[in-house]
């Protein structure tokens, strides 16, 4: 071992000298075990440490209700005690040996994320193995972290309204797809599942064919390919979960919400059904949501923010979804400006797109961004796991990472205004408002 | 878990707020390591050095760091001064209203014009004040230095302060300063701040109040920048995919002929307060279902021979997800999803703050949980196999620190405006590895304040009143009330 990290030393040297301009898809080494459970692998020596990166294919929307938040909890479960590394220990065993690791959970998926200096690398490797084959689920730790997860729940909602207005405002749009609950569950539903609950669901989804690991930094393929065939292909295979098969209907007719909290000005949430992430209108609503409020020369920005000064900010955006998902805008009211006004003038912005489409020049720009945030992604070796990962679950592959420049690059002008046109319609949409109870 | 300040942008639920943070710190870029070095080191846990780079005065006294790194093909600029709202005096929010109006309009080009050259090359930038040092920051695409160094040279040397848009602003600060309150994780750091260093400069709420806001105009901008923001005084960094040759004759021809208008006026920070007993300030939100909590004492400034091992101790204490604090408070306890201990170091002085939060009916709770902790690491010191694994911790996640080119420029400056060289780089791990059990109980007994604390919470007064005084002499306040 020691040799091989001193021969790999002076290739590291020299590969920092070279720019990296020229990272391409083949520089990802994809091999699969025999369980189903695929890896992939980007060398990248420019520091001595390495990020393992574990996607479950599992999140809030694999859901059901009363079992709310589910996905979460168990994910928080997973550092809580295994066979080998008991309770506590995964954390402790890890950061004594200069390693970090976190967690998060989506609507869609569940992301594992460990960063470790090089020599740590077979550790991570047994300690992953250890949590997805034999999770403990201790029953008093269950109830200690219920603790902890509702903190979270509570904080999350004490210190933003933007949380607030969108949960409530997800549940009003989606009356068929489980996207309607929030990730982090239902208070009650929280306090109420059991054991039981979280190692059912554990067995369903945490099977190796139902995740893709990736691995980048100071290692080699042939390295990770020891590790992972020595820790993780003896975990058998199981039935894969059967699949989200809910589809949201057509929305038939605008719908709107009012929710009421103290807040010093309203805030508007409005929100569009689009198809989902990597679909063939993705990228051109991509570019649409950069021109409409990316930086200060934005659509939005410049009437609402600068110019009429009738919001404090505003935001268009979509998350990344494996269903059919939505296309939101986000803005908060100046001073003394009324929800209503602040509203029509968002409506006044999206018609224009809609009527008149965007000039060549926001389209440039817009593909300009795409290409420069193609490079802010792929920073760190972390930034690097994490888009490998997410193309490749999201997007159809992780080949769609390294062609999205150009794929943004052939977007033209008239798609975005005919998705604009097909997404931006009143019956289409549901809006949101967060202020004051006027009656209290 | 991250705070955006203007507008929200939803991120996916995330289990831990301590390894969150430090991820968020883990800015990245290519580290060249000497290859002597490497063999030598790299057996255990490797050791680096910090990227070449090279450092010189222009003849206005401009300090300029270069520093190549061509893993993306993009370059990072900063310029730093010695303008933040330590030196509000009078007028908090006066030193981040200035660094937002340099991008309101210079001799050449007005605001809107700024935003649609960045923004047409995809170039991202921001001005910001923090308590000391204020800032521009772009980064864009190599192929556009051309467009973007001038562009650049005139927000930082030309900028004319638009009574227009300075009052469009200031308009929409004063609305901010108000939705702030709103989330007492966003206010709790000023509230503290506020009432440990009083009326010292470091106390400054950084966006000001409302009442102070209202009297700042586009003219007190226009001074604060005459007298704060001068060549002699402050640091442009370059880091990126460029040439230095060449790179640096570009930043002769734009920089070198900038002189500041105005006098160097002395700054006024004020005496430190020394705390001759313990105080709460209990923060009332009447809606609040759970309470927000810190305290603690002064701590140390950056400069600080010890400023290294301090932070060896704080990792134990409250600066990763194994330490005493989060595994009492949170793993242990389950009261709460984070709870931490931080050292803030100025370049005169410094705080020392335990932070958590958790319903309002475990208040108490926490808080004598987090105080026996630090208690006990008072009492008991720390043992050799946590503090072994606290330095493994800090030497295998440092090389995270500096792994793009905005930390490494963002470094660069700290060095610039602290006055430390890549020694802390170089010396980092040696100087982790150098501190013993012994020297840990020294170190706590020194700097990790246990009497005399100062307390602040924010949350449901009516729950929370009766039982505050007990941790020292009372005051209150009400979170919609203006100031901190």
Known sequence: MKRILSILSVLWFLACAAPLHALTAEDVHMFSLKNGMKFYVLEDHAIPNVTLQIFFKVGSRNEGP??????????????????????????????????????????????????????ALALIFEMEADRMENLALDERIVESERGVVLSEYTTGYENSDYD??????????????????????????IRNWTRADVKEYFDRHYAPNNAIAVVVGDVTLAQVKTLAEKYLERIPARMPPRPVHTREPEQRGEKR????????????????????????????????????????????????VSERQLATGVSAYMYEALDPTLFYVYAVCAEDISAKTLEGAIFGEIERV??????????????????????????????KADRIGTYEIFYGGYQKLFAAPEIYRKVTAEDIRTVAAKTFTKNNRTVGILQKDEVQ | ???????????????????????????????????????????ETPSFQLPRYE???????????????????????????PAGAVKDCDKPGLAYLTAEALLFGTWSYRKAQIEDRLEFLGARYYSYANLETAGVSVSFMSTDLDQVLPLFKEVIQNPTFDPGEFEKRKKRLLLELAQEKERPSAVLDTYFN???????????????????????????????????????????????????????????????????????????????????????????????????????????????????AVRVVNTVLGGRFTSLLNDALRVSAGLTYGASSSFNTYRDSGSFVVSSFTSTENTFKAVDLALAVLNRIHAEGVDEETLTSAKAYLIGQFPTSYETPGSLASLLASMFFYGFDETFVSEYRKRVEGVTVEKT?????????????????????????????????LYEKEIKSDRF
């Open chain 2, 194 to 308: 506020k009432f440990l260093f009083g009326p010292h400069g470091y106390g400054n709420p950084i966006y000001g109040t409302r009442a102070s806001v209202q009297k700042i105009g586009s003219r007190d901008a226009k001074a604060f920048y005459e007298a704060h923001y001068r060549p002699e005084d402050s640091a442009l960094v370059i880091v990126g995919d460029f040439q230095t040759g060449p790179m640096k004759r570009r930043v002769q021809e734009l920089f070198s002929f900038w002189k500041s208008a105005g006098k160097l006026s002395p700054s006024e920070r004020g005496l430190l307060p020394a705390h001759d007993r313990s105080r709460i300030l209990l923060v009332n939100k009447s809606d609040s279902t759970e309470t927000q909590f810190a305290f603690g004492g002064l701590g140390i400034p950056r400069n600080h021979p010890d400023y290294v």
């Open chain 2, 441 to 473: 109980r020294e170190l706590i007994a020194r700097h990790f304040p246990r009497d005399r604390l100062q307390f602040v919470l924010i949350g449901k007064a009516l729950e929370l009143r009766d039982r505050a005084g007990n941790y020292g002499e």
């Open chain 1, 164 to 189: 607030l207005l969108e949960d409530q405002l997800r549940a009003v749009v989606f009356y068929a797809h489980s996207y309607r609950w929030p990730v982090i569950g239902f208070e009650s539903d």
């Open chain 2, 55 to 81: 450092k010189f005065k222009l003849q206005n006294g401009l300090t300029v760091y270069l520093m190549e790194q061509h893993q993306v093909p993009l370059i990072y600029v900063s310029a730093l001064f």
């Open chain 2, 1 to 43: 878990m991250r705070q955006q300040r203007h507008i929200h942008i939803p991120i996916p639920w995330s289990k831990r707020i301590l390894a969150a943070a430090v991820a968020a710190c883990a800015v990245i870029v290519g580290l060249s390591l000497p290859v002597g070095d490497i063999l030598a080191d790299q057996r």
């Open chain 1, 354 to 383: 809609v009527a008149d489409g965007v000039t060549e020049i926001e389209l440039r720009k817009a593909q300009n961004n795409a290409v420069a945030s193609f490079w802010r992604s792929l920073l760190t070796i972390s930034d």
């Open chain 1, 66 to 119: 009363g079992m709310t938040g589910l996905t979460h909890f168990l994910e928080h479960m997973m550092f809580n005690g295994a066979r080998k590394y008991g309770p506590k220990m995964f954390d402790r065993v890890l950061e004594s040996a200069g390693g970090a690791s976190n967690a998060y959970t989506s609507a869609d998926v569940t992301a594992y994320q460990d960063w470790v200096p090089n020599s």
């Open chain 1, 257 to 304: 919400l009012i929710v009421h909290k103290d807040v010093s000005s309203p805030h508007v949430l409005i929100a569009y059904h689009v198809p989902q992430t990597g679909a063939a209108d993705y990228y051109a609503l991509d570019l649409l949501s950069t021109i409409l409020s990316d930086g200060n020369s934005s659509r939005l920005y410049r009437a609402l």
